[in-house]
């Protein structure tokens, strides 16, 4: 398991993973205070998509990301 290097790339991945198979996707996020560091994983059980950053700035991005799954998640719509 490899993580991904940008943040576009893995919520680009991330939400085609969710699209295509949205039953099956689950996701974890992590925060380790010792590395100062937050992780998330996002998987199908076959893909596994893996982000980890120690930028303050990303946690908007993905505060954003998390509300858009979770909209996408609560539509009736798929």
Known sequence: MTYLKSWEEFEKAAERLYLHEPAKVRYTM????????????????????????????????????????MRHMASKEH
């Open 30 to 69: 992590k925060y380790v205070h010792s590395k100062n560091s937050l992780f998330l994983k996002m998987t199908n059980d076959v893909v596994c998509l893996q982000f980890k950053t120690e930028i303050s700035q990303d946690v908007r991005k993905i505060d954003k990301f998390i509300n858009n799954l």
